[in-house]
């Protein structure tokens, strides 16, 4: 193939473009122009030497994000089958090293969009099944900012299946291995997504039984074990707390016109209930001969803490195209009541008065004290978040068009607390945040456009913000990025963000509080003690001044198809650095003395724990990414496939003239590897079902669908059943003769439930249809960029190929049990051919320390100091492996951290701790019924049930901690650490 100039090949891929654009078959006409024996490659121009013309094969997926960098990470139909989740949120979780941002800020969530464009809230989708999703794709957090969000979160973009439709129920049992407790869960979905519209019911409920010290064997702290007779703590204190939980979301989303504006509505009540024990009273007493003994007392009443916490929210968001913008309103509010009851301490001063007068013994019976009552306190947390974004394109420079972002937006939150313990009783406070910013994107060389080719592709990102809060004054915040795509294989960025931050409501100003009875490990002595904790806020606080750094890059492997390593560097810096109190070493003892009490022996009594503020805190980390992917196994054979249709003659007449579907080729084909050989894939002429119709014929097809999948039963009984295939009749009529009702019920949902039936592919391959709704409108360029191949991302299928699985189409009859456009309602099926994938993620603390204050000690996190119970590791790795091969599924993660210490042995009688490395594994196996051969046909009942066995922490792992003469601390003792360890989980879902 001879190579041509980029100028000749955009303006080649331009014309190209505006020919499919006019053409009715979509990619057909492309792929006709192809020999039988050979095989193009999607996104290629291919020269035909002797007609010296250029034929581009070109797809563009609806939905995909727009951005100048290639995606971290993409998951076609097969990748995401091959995690065996349950939810899209439950896929998330099993994502977390690829979508959680390295920069170290906030909760590292990731932004979440859906089709391309912004949603409310995270509510809306979270519960859907990943069969729904036709693929997913992971951007840098520099994407985030073209949305109107900060640059340290990553980017999630899930595409939706245009048509898909599926009831769902799903339950859970797990259990540790040694017993102890359980925990049930029970989810209902209900989905259907018919193009722009979508419907979304789930319901859910859950339960998790208590678990005591006892039953763990926990040793009891100095201070709270009386003599031989009295009650054991261990049976009054829980490790794992008593929980139920309820939930119920409805979520609606709508097109509103033909010009892509919609609007999604979303509410969701929760409610969650727990219940803990939190020991037992104790009391010293005195004889008068001086004389004293610990007592342990109050088994009929011990100490609880019952807690509900009830959450009412709704969200809205509106999407729509004015002119040349995309605009994009979203509103959440939501509601949480917490209502909490604690068992007061049971009043002892009159047995301490009576063992001191000599009445009671005071090694005998205490009897029964009156019920002390409960502390209750009650909490209301009222928000509201509102947004509005514009995107456009205003302005074509030499490198392509200025994407400019614009946002604004309101945030309220009103903070309500009342406390009995509480001093004050009752405290409110509320924030407003007006809030507006700009990003703009230059794009500065550019390949396409051949300005400045040879440097590559090479853009400037900037943004400002400012936030004016109405309790803190004014904050700004701004950020600078460059994107330099070296090659299509090769990626550089580089982001410096500085912002103003505000402490939050509850650091100000939640109410004071005593909890007594606390255990915490005292470092100067080397025990572990109970004493009196205060929580609470502290309204001095001031504005934190942040700046971060952070590079990356991004390589695609050339040895193996659609891989990459991702290398990453972040360097944070912040002053004035509000946080809660950390853990009580002699250092931190030193610096806040007033914070501690102890009394004449040096026994600890109590912490003030409420939030302090730091001079500065300032870390850097290298953070390397290992995405790694491929089919696995080997397609179904013509007899497999044949075998498998026989199974479902619909399915069969579904397809192109009743042919074969997934890999297997038209005759005289063989689909390449990585490439579909379905419908409309570049394996075989066609497109979808009916793709070899004459343009006559795909007009009548197309008034015949109007009327048969009319929702007016009168108007659909009519259609004429004569315009169908002859070949297709027949499978509808039953053993008289006679069209079969039953039959023809299934093929008018499946029928009328796929995207585009008449001569266009209904899957990713040769996607003609218009991006989804609320999706910007494309510009000049963009619309030339489309012809272009898109750089391929590790984890998945390529917009150029048709299936993940090397030739797993996304075509399919739709209807019935997680129906969409694909034929397995789990997302399996294809071809045959299954998946494997290997994902790895480490990050190397580079410097990690804390000024405490102008001119004062500075705590290496790193080497000895801690600002938590839990010190800082320096190295950290999490893997993830995965299988899926026709039905099979089994995936292997692992976690490690290293060992760290924690110094405390300042003063004498004081100890350092060691903290140990831990390595943890998780095992999770799962199989589609539908796939097991002929089992369905024998046990109905398994017809779309898919059961998983999962195992955490196989090895039944915890992290050792011990003191410097090698003992493990009271505090410290592995079932605190982790109560639950190994455990197992069976789950049976089912799709109706």
């Not at 006709?32 to 095989?39: F, I, L, R, S, Y």
């Not at 941002?101 to 509510?123: C, E, M, Y």
């Not at 405290?427 to 051949?450: C, E, F, W």
């Not at 008289?736 to 093929?747: S, V, W, Y």
């Amino acid at each position: 193939m001879r190579h041509l100039p980029p100028s000749f090949l955009t303006l080649s891929a331009t014309l190209a473009g505006a020919a499919l654009a006019l053409t009715p078959a979509g990619p057909a006409f492309a792929q006709e122009t192809t020999q039988p024996d050979e095989q193009a490659v999607p996104g290629e121009a291919v020269v035909d030497e002797a007609a010296n013309e250029i034929i581009v094969f070109a797809r563009s997926l609806r939905g995909q994000v727009d951005a100048a960098e290639a995606p971290l990470l993409e998951l076609g139909e097969e990748d995401i089958a091959s995690y065996g989740a349950g939810s899209i949120d439950e896929l998330l979780e099993l994502l977390a090293p690829q979508v959680t941002s390295g920069s170290g800020r906030g909760d590292g969530r990731p932004v979440i969009l859906v089709n391309g464009v912004r949603i409310a809230s995270f509510r809306e989708l979270r519960s859907y099944p990943p069969e729904a999703i036709e693929k997913v794709e992971v951007f840098p957090e520099s994407v985030a900012q073209k949305y109107g969000y900060s640059a340290d979160q990553r980017v999630v973009n899930i595409i939706l299946k245009a048509n898909y439709a599926s009831r769902e129920i799903e339950a859970e049992y797990g259990q540790p291995w040694d017993g102890g407790f359980s925990t049930q869960e029970v989810e209902a979905t209900l989905l259907r997504i018919s193009g722009p519209s979508r419907f979304n019911l789930n319901l859910r409920w859950e339960n998790g039984s208590i678990l005591t010290e006892a039953e763990r064997g926990v040793l009891q702290a100095v201070g709270s074990v009386g003599l031989p007779g009295d009650p054991d703590q261990a049976r009054y204190r829980s490790l794992v707390s008593d929980t139920a939980g309820l939930e119920g979301t409805v979520n609606w989303t709508t097109s509103l016109d033909d010009a892509g504006t919609s609007l999604s509505l979303n509410g969701t009540v929760e409610r969650d209930d727990s219940f803990s024990l939190q020991g037992l009273d104790t009391v010293t007493l005195t004889d008068p001969g001086g004389i004293t003994a610990l007592r342990v007392l109050g088994a009929e009443d011990p100490r609880t803490v019952d807690r509900r916490t009830t959450t009412y929210s709704v969200a809205s968001a509106l999407n729509a195209t004015v002119a040349d913008w995309q605009l994009t309103g979203t509103v959440d509010a939501s509601r949480q009541d917490q209502r909490t009851l604690t068992a007061r301490r049971a009043d002892t001063s009159g047995l301490v008065a009576a063992a001191a007068a000599g009445t009671l013994p005071i090694t005998g019976d205490l009897g029964q004290l009156p019920d002390a009552g409960l502390d209750r306190a009650d909490s209301t947390t009222d928000t509201l978040s509102s947004k509005i974004t514009a995107n456009g394109r205003p302005l074509l420079l030499p490198a392509g068009d200025l994407s400019v972002t614009l946002d604004a937006g309101y945030d309220w939150t009103r903070l309500t607390r009342e406390d009995t313990r509480s001093a004050t009783q009752r405290a409110q406070l509320t924030r407003g945040n007006v809030n507006g910013g700009i990003s703009v994107s230059i794009p500065l060389t550019s390949v396409r456009d051949d300005f400045l080719a040879d440097v590559g592709n090479l853009s400037l990102n900037l943004t400002g913000g400012v936030d004016h809060l109405s309790d803190f004054g004014t904050l700004t915040d701004w950020s600078a990025g460059l994107i330099w795509g070296v090659t299509d294989t090769l990626t550089f960025r580089a982001t410096r963000v500085g912002r103003e931050q505000a402490p939050s409501l509850a650091q100000l100003g939640n109410p004071t509080i005593e909890t007594p009875n606390v255990s915490i490990f005292d470092f100067n002595t080397g025990q572990t003690v109970l004493a009196t904790i205060i929580s609470g806020g502290n309204p001095t606080l001031p504005e934190q001044q942040q700046s971060d750094w952070n590079v990356g890059v991004n390589w695609q492997l050339p040895f193996l198809e659609r891989s990459n390593i991702e290398l990453e560097y972040v360097n944070t810096q912040s002053e004035d650095v509000a946080q809660g109190f950390p853990v009580l070493t002699p250092t931190i003892e030193a610096a806040f003395p007033r914070r501690v009490s102890r009394d004449a022996d040096g026994r600890l009594v109590s912490v003030d724990q409420r939030p302090v503020t730091f001079a500065q805190q300032k870390s850097s980390r290298i953070r390397v990414g290992l995405n790694l992917t491929g089919p696995l196994g080997d397609p179904f054979t013509p007899e497999q496939q044949a075998a498998r249709e026989s199974r479902d003659p619909l399915r069969s007449a579904l397809r192109p003239g009743g042919g074969t579907s997934g890999g297997t080729a038209a005759p005289g084909r063989t689909p390449s590897s990585g490439q579909s050989g379905g419908p409309g894939g570049p394996g075989r002429r066609g497109g979808g079902f009916g793709a070899d119709l004459t343009p006559e014929q795909r007009d009548q097809m197309a008034a015949f669908r109007q009327t048969f999948c009319s929702s007016d039963p009168a108007v659909s009984g009519a259609a004429d059943l004569t315009v169908l295939p002859e070949g297709l009749q027949q499978r509808l009529r039953g053993p008289d003769g006679q069209i079969a009702p039953e039959r023809l019920q299934t093929f008018r949902e499946r029928f009328c439930s796929r995207e585009a039936p008449f001569g266009r592919s209904s899957g990713a391959g040769g996607q003609t249809s218009a991006p989804g709704a609320g999706a910007p409108p494309p510009s000049d360029s963009e619309r030339d960029e489309r012809e272009q191949p898109r750089p391929a991302a590790a984890g998945g299928a390529t917009p150029q190929t048709g299936g993940p699985a090397g030739g797993a189409p996304r075509g399919g009859p739709g209807g019935g049990p997680g129906s969409g456009r694909g034929g397995n309602p789990f997302g399996g099926g294809g071809n045959g051919q299954g998946r494997w994938n290997l994902n790895l993620d480490y990050r190397y603390e580079l410097e990690n320390e804390a000024l405490i204050s102008e001119g004062g000690p500075v705590l290496d996190l790193l080497n000895g100091d801690a600002l938590t119970s839990d010190p800082e590791s320096r190295h950290r790795v999490q893997l993830r492996g995965g299988l899926f091969y026709r039905g099979l599924g089994a995936s292997l993660q692992g976690q490690y951290i290293s060992a760290s210490d924690l110094n405390g042995s300042i003063r004498p009688g004081g100890t350092d701790l060691r903290f140990g490395d831990l390595a943890t594994f998780s095992l999770r196996t799962f199989v589609n019924m539908n796939e097991r051969g002929t089992l369905t046909q024998r046990v109905p009942l398994l017809e779309n049930v898919r059961v998983s066995f999962s195992i955490d922490n196989i090895f039944d792992a915890r992290r050792r901690v011990t003191d410097e003469a090698g003992v493990v601390p009271i505090r410290y003792q592995p079932f605190l650490q982790d109560a639950v360890g190994r455990r197992f989980e069976i789950e049976l879902r089912k799709l109706f």
